[in-house]
């Protein structure tokens, strides 16, 4: 992706506000449940997949690698905030499913052409289990949805009841490196699940990237134990971590505990972040020495 896919729309004047007019009137679907749905991120491709519902899909994000059979399965129709609105017409969906703000000029173009849109903006852990519980209900799989949602739920609480060896190490969570950016909704709550603290807990509530754009000081004078890095589909590099002016004596960069987390995993919100990309976490938590380090 091209920076972090949860920045925020910084689209400004007449165009913006146009295009949140045609949000707000987007088209009904006439057939119900639809039996062609395009998906323009990766967690509605996911979710259909678990729900067995993924006959529907018709088109996908260029960005759908879960599970691996979609790549091959389904033809790519965009990428995060564009997209080939041709390829999507001649798809003939009866629904396309749209993500946040950041996609207001797709979701736009379609509108205009009479293109039925749902846009989701789960930004929590409670907004995924809701955006799963509400798909389910538009392609008339309710009762499995309830089900798949209702077992991460329990799956959760059983990770986040486990007992371990306090203190909690304090985790800094880095989604983009130039500038820094930190401070997901979604993988914070993570982050406590997996039994840490996230070490700017008061960006969490902050959705716009640019809301959540730190200095380097911030994380130096936090001293977390941990640093989790994904950078939105750029590889990590630890060394240009490690190398910042300031940072040497940070506990997690002293005792190399950076730890990266492939973007699918945990910068899709939706069952990704709460299997695979949770267990990344508490993997880096707790098996690499476990706690914070001294």
């Known amino acids: 992706m091209d920076g972090p896919r949860n920045q925020g729309n910084d689209v400004g004047g007449n165009d913006y506000r146009d295009n949140a007019r045609v949000i707000l009137h987007t088209v009904s679907m006439r057939l119900f449940p639809p039996r062609r749905i395009v998906c323009l991120t990766e967690e509605t491709v996911e979710t259909l997949y678990l729900l067995g ?6 088109g996908v994000s260029g960005y759908a690698v879960r599970p691996p059979q979609v790549r091959r399965e389904k033809p790519r129709v965009s990428a995060f905030i564009s997209a080939d609105i041709p390829k999507i017409l001649g798809l003939e969906p009866d629904l396309v499913l749209a993500f946040s703000d950041l996609q207001a000029n797709i979701v736009a173009d379609l509108v205009r052409v009479g293109v039925a849109i749902h846009v989701f903006n789960q930004r929590d852990v409670a907004g995924i289990l809701a955006m799963i519980r509400t798909l389910g209900a538009m392609v008339g799989a309710a009762e499995r949805a309830e089900k798949l949602a209702a077992g991460f739920e329990a799956r959760l609480e059983a990770i986040a009841s486990t007992r371990r060896a306090p203190p909690k190490p304090k985790v800094y969570f880095e989604e983009w490196d130039d500038p820094l950016i930190s401070g997901i909704g979604w993988v914070s709550e993570l982050i406590e699940i997996a039994g840490g603290e996230d070490a700017l807990p008061g960006l969490r509530l902050q959705q716009a990237a640019k809301d959540r754009i730190i200095l380097p000081d911030a994380v130096r004078e936090a001293a977390p134990d941990v640093i989790l890095a994904s950078w939105c589909g750029k590889k990590v590099v630890p060394d240009r971590i490690r190398q910042r002016p300031g940072w040497s004596q940070i506990p997690a960069v002293r005792n190399n505990r950076i730890v ?6 945990i910068l899709q919100p939706g069952p990704a972040a709460l299997t695979d990309g949770l267990d990344a976490i508490v993997k880096a938590l707790w098996m690499a ?5 001294s």
């Open 53 to 58: 519902e993924q006959d529907r899909i018709v």
């Open 260 to 265: 990266e987390i492939k973007s699918p995993l």
């Open 289 to 293: 020495g476990g706690g914070p380090s």
